[in-house]
Nanobody, 122 residues
Framework: QVQLVESGGGLVQAGGSLRPSCSAF????????MGWFRQAPGKEREFVAR????????DYSDSVKGRFTISRDNTKNMVYLQMNSLKPEDTAVYYC???????????????WGQGTQVTVSS
């Protein structure tokens, strides 16, 4: 069974850095676009960053552009989010997202991880 598992969240002071990662376990047949979303308390889940299958093209929300960098390692089916110059408003649960074909006869599905908490103190 394919699942996404995040790690690397934590508590950091404003201005600091974190690098959460996400791995697609279960030997997926093919992993397409991967991305990160976040959800702060009392707010809706919002888009953070996205990376195409080859890793050449990326997209970011305006709130993180220039501070966060998304990357991936297709040999390990992993995606990373390098977060620099963190601000208290970046505090949220960060969710990994990926478009995956589980096996050669399966359709494309949208998978989500369980989330990893990122807390930025002022």
């Amino acid at each position: 069974q394919v699942q996404l598992v995040e790690s690397g969240g934590g508590l950091v002071q404003a201005g600091g850095s974190l690098r959460p990662s996400c791995s697609a376990f279960g030997r997926p047949f093919r992993v397409f676009a991967m991305g990160w979303f976040r959800q702060a308390p009392g707010k809706e889940r919002e888009f953070v960053a996205r990376i195409c299958p080859s890793g050449i093209y990326t997209d970011y929300s305006d709130s993180v552009k220039g501070r966060f960098t998304i990357s991936r390692d297709n040999t390990k089916n992993m995606v990373y989010l390098q977060m620099n110059s963190l601000k208290p408003e970046d505090t949220a649960v960060y969710y990994c997202n990926a478009e995956i074909i589980r096996s050669s006869w399966s359709p494309l599905y949208d998978y989500w991880g369980q989330g990893t908490q990122v807390t930025v103190s002022s």
